[in-house]
């Protein structure tokens, strides 16, 4: 996409450090580097050979890997900015972007802050601040309650004549950190709770306000650019309505569906919002939208948004640009009505989850990354290459992808191709998920708003996969890939490369009877009782290799020919003459299969290491109880501990809530799977836990009352 460009530039400054990891950083650097500015990167431990670390022109280290210690250690970033002489500070999005101390503190040092100012920050940064300024602009609020007061009985008191159902939101929050529907009164106090211990935990700060929570609504917002100069102007809209826990993760713009006297109006109080608190530079405001055709004010983001890339694709503009230019004092480079909107633009977010369980955040190591070929319908923003690790101590986004065209139609066919290139191995990721969304009639023809996931619940469960033709394909790809390695090693070692030598063979001919190969593999239910095995038999014929399927879940017939190549991970192969193309990525434990648009993970299982206990031969029994008669319960992900709820000797019933992990920013409470009796805590509040984990051992009731009648 072309781009706008500031005319009659004032010279810029020649050396930014950037507040920041990730994707953001990495796309901040790009484009100052493009302007011949000089960048300075930062980084903690986590991030030592990290992507935007090597991008930088410089970089330094920061400390431990978690945020407080490193990304949030506002002294020792401004120590850095001067050691390394810079003129200005971009803080991106999150950590520091909104912090009015920390862009004070820039301002005292003589450090352009690339944002607004510290005053705009306070101001907006308040969700109830906020909402009293923009009541005295005659914005539109949701009703609900903002007031000072912040002790349990007073807020309790307001959320029953709020009503339900609502939200409470962290007055300093954002990102969907922070924030929790409560349905019913007595839900109320243990939200209120958790919600205030994830607030600290992300902003340093618990206050609360309490909103109507609105339902059938659609998430609208704002792109506003203000100079210096009393210029304000807003450029278009983006739809961000599709999210999980209050997170986006699909965003496009403009927003589709919405009038255009509706779009003006939005447009006109997103600037009187910025022009009350005399605003600069690159802010968004939120709306909510609903059926009735009315908007709401929700909040103002006094940064660059992740979904930035959507409006740069439709307008044209290079918003991290504007953002340098009009912090060193420039005008904005076009008026209102020089805003030219062109095509539509759609952006999804990859993250490192698990969307089969509730969208568990996921950390480990990306032991393979393909992606689609870049171009002007194709963009992708991301600070990972293959290789590289996704960290719990951050956010669990592994890129963005983002896609333009014409029409809208158009940039949802062009987006399922991008995903269909879009290839991870080695972690779980949602990009499975974002191809079944796509394929959802109600987001094909619009029909969006925040409900969405849980609306369309049904369509967007897993899909069933041929795990024949997975095992197949797996199989293939190994018994192909042995053959390679033997006539390499032939040739490598053998003085005499006769190719007519019976050494030289890697048919498996045998006299009198053909050779055969087993291979095993099972799934990778994180429960191991759960998981699947197969036994996969490959006969060597002269036409191919005849396969047979043993296991619990072999869908077709079990019997098949099949034969192929093998180039690098790319196999083409013939299952009983149809001829299909993969992407195999093989390695030591894992075998990961991508094949029409799916991926398969499975555990290689000659090779895999059992942790397999035997169990208690009884069906009314759960099938985790091991012969010791206890429940094991695990950490569904790498975390700290956050709180532990429960204690020895302690009778709980099924689904108490016993101990709350926080990864990645979210927590998750670990309740317990039947009633019983807690006999060993192993973890306490603040220990780092490994994924998989054992955290509690609980004996089932039904094992104590069998105890008690024999």
Known sequence: MSHQVFINQSTLFSKLLIANRGEIACRIITTAQRLGIKCVAIYSAADTNARHVKMADEAFYLGPAPAPESYLNSQRIL??????????????????????????????????????????????????AAKTMMATADVPLIPGYHGHAQDEQTLKHHSQQVGYPQLLKAVYGGGGKGMRVVYH???FCQALAATKREAMASFGNDDMLIERYLTKTRHVEIQIFSDNHGNCIYLSQRDCSIQRRHQKILEEAPAPVLPPATQIAMGEAAVAAANTINYQGAGTVEFLYD??????????????????????????????????????????????????INGHAIEVRIY?????????????????????????????????????????????????????DHTRDLAILRLQSALSDYKIAGIKTNIGFLTQLLQVPALQRASLNTDFLLTHAAVLAPPHVNIDYALLLAALALQLQSEQTRQLNVANNSDNHDPHSPWSQTTGWRLNQPATNTVKFATTNNDHHDRQHYTLTLTTLIQGYQVQINGQQASLSTDYLIRGELNGDELTAFIDEHRVKATVVISPLHITVFYAGNSTDLFRQSIMQSTVQSGVQNQALPSNIDNEFETKITAPMKGVSVSVLCQVDLIVDTGEPLVVMEAMKMECNINAPVAGTITTVFYQAGDMVEDGAELIQLTPALILDNKEQA
Not at 80 to 87: E, L, W
Not at 114 to 123: L, M
């Open 291 to 340: 059926e009735q055709g009315q908007f709401y004010f929700m909040e103002m983001n006094t940064r660059l948004k992740v979904e930035h890339p959507v409006t740069e694709m439709i307008t044209g503009l290079d918003l991290v640009e504007s953002q340098l230019h009009i912090a060193n004092g420039a005008p904005l480079p076009l008026t209102q009505t020089q805003v030219k």
């Open 352 to 404: 490192a989850e698990d969307p089969d369980n509730d969208f568990m955040p996921a950390s480990g190591n990306i032991a393979y990354l393909s992606q689609p070929p870049a171009s002007r319908h194709v963009r992708i923003d991301t600070g990972v290459v293959q290789g590289d690790e996704i960290s719990p101590y951050y956010d669990p986004m592994i890129a963005k992808l983002i896609v333009w």
């Open 185 to 187: 009164a007595d839900e």
């Open 79 to 128: 120590t850095i900015a001067q050691q390394a002489n810079v003129q200005a500070i971009h803080p991106g999005y999150g950590f520091l972007s909104e912090n009015a101390p920390f862009a004070l503190a820039c301002a005292q040092q003589g450090l352009i802050f690339i944002g607004p100012s510290a005053d705009a920050i306070t101001t907006m940064g308040s969700k109830s």
